[in-house]
């Protein structure tokens, strides 16, 4: 669309910048674009809760279009919880809106004085009074600005977990269909700019370059995505639970857990489907539907509706809880969604309670009395809303574990499972090595969505990228090289804002196949080598803006539990990932120095 909205919410002021086109063709878009603008217009004086940090949302060059599942946008900040950079990506239908507004991006600086929220339409962009919304629940908000602007709206809000700077905050958006901007606390820094809503209003066209092309693209690519991702739309990403289980990648009670074989099948998405699954939800632009809206009726539970649990909820407040009763984990997701929790930090940090409860160093005088025990999804569900509220227990658990373990001292650090601050997602590195160096070298902290690489550790190919075949998942030998190469991959994906489970989750699209969509929806000329080229700098522009920030190799670590204590039973049995072979061979891949820092030589080369 060419343009980018600056909202200044200190002064109350709107300004529209045009985009430069060259610019966008270096940095694409969503994340990528986002990380030009962060990198420059903030600094290492940035306090990411103050005023003077950045709020970024991103669509791409391919959101909104007919390229399948790109109802996408990006997220972009300097993170609460971890200090660096920020990013969280998210689906539904917001980023469609908001092009069809006729913008590509907001960027929101300052913060206002009290609660406000924003209307973006193709005629105005208003900030209006929200003191009547401060307090509600993600799902209430929805209900009440659609009424007030019209049902045509789409809201993108938090909760009062952002409200009360919960520092794994998420932003919501689709209502009840519960599409999560989760990671890095990114709710937090809306919530400290009193920033309550966005809400986007569009009709747009959303014009491409070549739509015959486009089309006929589509022809030749979605039906093998359509036919690939069969199973993840019957049963959601919770399908795969059961496998994780049986290959060891499902974290148990707090990472020491081995075998939890029929805990797995109760909560599996197999299961979901004969009991609680009402329908299928799918995000704009999309072919696959792996979202699942699920009702629970009768019973302790009673009340859940709206979306369902995904694998890394269950994985989350499943596994590493040990609790496997899946109504209630449905309860606990949609308890996440309305408070405007990350489910995966707030999983994290429960089991990390649970642990600290079993050694003594939390009691019941600080959970209000809650017996913080292994499978209980009483304690599960009283600790997320102690946490959503900022009460209790939940006061410090919001703080994520890093500072939590801090605060409590001693063993607790042992406990506190976490690279950079940002807590481990529901896989297992022992299982999968390459997420041992994804998890180190991810740029926002312990993420496996950064590289994406484990599926080319299990039956993945991606020729172009120089995997003809996967590779064998206990090997370390050449996980630096996929890792890196496959980072560069999900950065230009993240950029262009289409769902990763078409190259990485069965649908088949190759790299070569995102570059004809982009060529045919900007009418640009570029090659695989460019675009694979300009993945690498976006890569490199988002580690140094971290290095700039103190980052470096003794920062490339994973807590001693993961590297020394290795499952005892099932599917990873024995394993244990060597992560200063896999480093070494990252850094030199890279071109970075010694000290996980991009050379001058390097940034030079990448345009930077």
Same mark, same amino acid.
């Given at each position: 669309?060419?343009?980018?909205l600056?909202i200044?919410?200190?002064?109350?002021?709107?300004?529209?910048?045009?985009?430069?086109?060259?610019?966008?063709?270096?940095?694409?878009?969503?994340?990528?674009?986002?990380?030009?603008?962060?990198?420059?217009?903030?600094?290492?004086?940035?306090?990411?809760?103050?005023?003077?940090?950045?709020?970024?949302?991103?669509?791409?060059?391919?959101?909104?279009?007919?390229?399948?599942? /790109?109802?996408?946008?990006?997220?972009?900040?300097?993170?609460?919880?971890?200090?660096?950079?920020?990013? /969280? #990506?998210?689906?539904?239908?917001?980023?469609?809106?908001?092009?069809?507004?006729?913008?590509?991006?907001?960027?929101?600086?300052?913060?206002?004085?009290?609660?406000?929220?924003?209307?973006?339409?193709?005629?105005?962009?208003?900030?209006?009074?929200?003191?009547?919304?401060?307090?509600?629940?993600?799902?209430?908000?929805?209900?009440?600005?659609?009424?007030?602007? *019209?049902?045509?709206?789409?809201i993108?809000?938090?909760?009062?977990?952002?409200?009360?700077?919960?520092?794994?905050?998420?932003?919501?958006?689709?209502?009840?269909?519960?599409?999560?901007?989760?990671?890095?606390?990114?709710?937090?820094?809306?919530?400290?700019? $009193?920033? $309550?809503?966005?809400?986007?209003?569009?009709?747009?066209?959303?014009?491409?370059?070549?739509?015959?092309?486009?089309?006929?693209?589509?022809?030749?690519?979605?039906?093998?995505?359509?036919?690939?991702?069969?199973?993840?739309?019957?049963? *959601?990403t919770?399908?795969?639970?059961?496998?994780?289980?049986?290959?060891?990648?499902?974290?148990?009670?707090n990472?020491v857990?081995?075998?939890?074989?029929?805990?797995?099948?109760?909560?599996?998405?197999?299961?979901?489907?004969?009991?609680?699954?009402?329908?299928?939800y799918?995000?704009?632009?999309?072919?696959?539907g792996?979202?699942?809206?699920?009702?629970?009726?009768? %019973?302790?539970?009673?009340?859940?509706?709206?979306? %369902?649990?995904?694998?890394?909820?269950?994985?989350?407040?499943?596994?590493?809880t040990?609790?496997?009763?899946?109504?209630a984990?449905?309860?606990?997701?949609?308890?996440?969604?309305?408070?405007?929790?990350?489910?995966?930090?707030?999983?994290?940090?429960?089991?990390?309670?649970?642990e600290?409860?079993?050694h003594?160093?939390?009691?019941?005088?600080d959970?209000?009395?809650?017996?913080l025990?292994?499978?209980?999804?009483?304690?599960?569900?009283?600790?997320?809303?102690?946490?959503?509220?900022?009460?209790?227990?939940?006061?410090?658990?919001?703080?994520g574990?890093?500072?939590a373990?801090?605060?409590?001292?001693?063993?607790?650090?042992?406990?506190?499972?976490?690279?950079?601050?940002?807590?481990?997602?529901?896989? #297992?590195?022992?299982?999968?090595?390459?997420?041992?160096?994804?998890?180190?070298? /991810?740029?926002?902290?312990?993420?496996?969505?950064? /590289?994406?690489?484990?599926?080319?550790?299990?039956?993945?190919?991606?020729?172009?990228? %120089?995997?003809?075949?996967?590779?064998?998942?206990?090997?370390?030998?050449?996980?630096?090289?996929?890792?890196?190469?496959?980072?560069?991959?999900?950065?230009?994906?993240?950029?262009?804002k289409?769902?990763?489970?078409?190259?990485?989750?069965?649908?088949?699209?190759?790299?070569?196949?995102?570059?004809?969509?982009?060529?045919?929806?900007?009418?640009? #000329?570029?090659?695989?080598?460019?675009?694979l080229?300009t993945?690498?700098?976006?890569?490199?522009?988002?580690?140094?803006?971290?290095?700039?920030?103190?980052?470096?190799?003794?920062?490339?670590?994973?807590?001693?539990?993961?590297?020394?204590?290795?499952?005892?039973?099932?599917?990873?049995r024995?394993?244990?990932?060597?992560?200063g072979?896999?480093?070494?061979?990252?850094?030199?891949?890279?071109?970075?120095?010694?000290?996980?820092?991009?050379?001058?030589?390097?940034?030079?080369?990448?345009?930077?």
């Amino acid at each position: 669309m060419g343009k980018l909205l600056i909202i200044d919410l200190t002064k109350r002021k709107v300004d529209v910048e045009r985009l430069n086109a060259e610019v966008l063709r270096k940095y694409i878009g969503g994340s990528g674009l986002g990380a030009r603008l962060l990198y420059d217009g903030t600094d290492e004086r940035t306090d990411p809760l103050g005023p003077e940090n950045l709020l970024i949302f991103m669509t791409g060059p391919l959101t909104g279009t007919k390229v399948p599942t /790109s109802g996408r946008h990006a997220v972009v900040t300097r993170s609460p919880l971890t200090g660096i950079w920020g990013e /969280s #990506d998210v689906g539904g239908t917001w980023g469609i809106a908001l092009k069809r507004a006729g913008y590509d991006g907001v960027v929101i600086r300052g913060a206002a004085d009290r609660p406000v929220y924003v209307i973006i339409t193709e005629e105005e962009v208003r900030v209006a009074d929200a003191s009547h919304l401060w307090g509600m629940d993600t799902y209430q908000l929805d209900e009440v600005l659609r009424r007030e602007v *019209g049902p045509e709206g789409v809201i993108s809000s938090i909760g009062p977990a952002g409200e009360k700077l919960v520092r794994f905050a998420s932003i919501m958006s689709d209502g009840r269909a519960g599409r999560a901007a989760g990671r890095t606390g990114v709710g937090a820094v809306m919530g400290s700019k $009193k920033l $309550k809503a966005l809400v986007t209003l569009g009709k747009k066209e959303i014009v491409v370059a070549d739509p015959v092309r486009l089309e006929r693209l589509n022809k030749a690519i979605v039906p093998g995505i359509v036919k690939g991702t069969r199973e993840r739309g019957l049963y *959601g990403t919770a399908a795969w639970v059961v496998t994780a289980e049986h290959l060891g990648d499902l974290p148990l009670k707090n990472w020491v857990g081995s075998t939890w074989e029929e805990g797995a099948e109760k909560l599996s998405g197999q299961t979901m489907a004969k009991t609680i699954l009402k329908r299928r939800y799918y995000c704009g632009s999309c072919v696959i539907g792996c979202g699942r809206e699920v009702e629970v009726q009768d %019973g302790p539970y009673a009340g859940v509706l709206g979306a %369902g649990p995904e694998y890394e909820t269950i994985g989350m407040l499943g596994g590493l809880t040990l609790v496997d009763n899946l109504e209630a984990i449905a309860l606990g997701h949609q308890m996440c969604n309305q408070y405007g929790l990350d489910v995966i930090s707030t999983g994290a940090v429960i089991a990390f309670a649970m642990e600290c409860f079993e050694h003594g160093l939390i009691t019941t005088a600080d959970t209000g009395g809650i017996e913080l025990r292994w499978g209980s999804a009483s304690a599960m569900l009283e600790i997320i809303r102690q946490i959503g509220e900022r009460q209790e227990l939940g006061a410090l658990l919001g703080e994520g574990v890093r500072r939590a373990a801090d605060e409590i001292g001693g063993l607790a650090r042992e406990f506190a499972i976490h690279c950079k601050g940002l807590e481990f997602p529901a896989h #297992d590195p022992r299982a999968m090595k390459s997420l041992a160096v994804s998890y180190a070298t /991810s740029n926002r902290g312990a993420c496996h969505l950064q /590289s994406l690489a484990y599926p080319v550790e299990l039956k993945l190919a991606i020729p172009e990228l %120089g995997y003809p075949e996967p590779l064998d998942r206990f090997t370390d030998e050449g996980k630096g090289v996929l890792t890196a190469r496959m980072q560069d991959l999900m950065s230009l994906i993240d950029s262009l804002k289409v769902c990763k489970f078409i190259v990485t989750g069965g649908g088949g699209v190759q790299p070569s196949h995102l570059v004809d969509w982009l060529n045919a929806v900007t009418g640009w #000329d570029m090659d695989l080598t460019e675009f694979l080229k300009t993945g690498e700098r976006l890569s490199n522009l988002k580690r140094q803006y971290s290095v700039r920030l103190g980052i470096s190799r003794k920062d490339d670590v994973l807590p001693p539990r993961i590297l020394t204590t290795p499952r005892l039973e099932g599917g990873a049995r024995e394993s244990l990932p060597h992560l200063g072979l896999m480093l070494r061979e990252y850094y030199a891949y890279r071109g970075w120095d010694e000290q996980g820092r991009p050379t001058p030589q390097k940034l030079a080369e990448l345009g930077l």
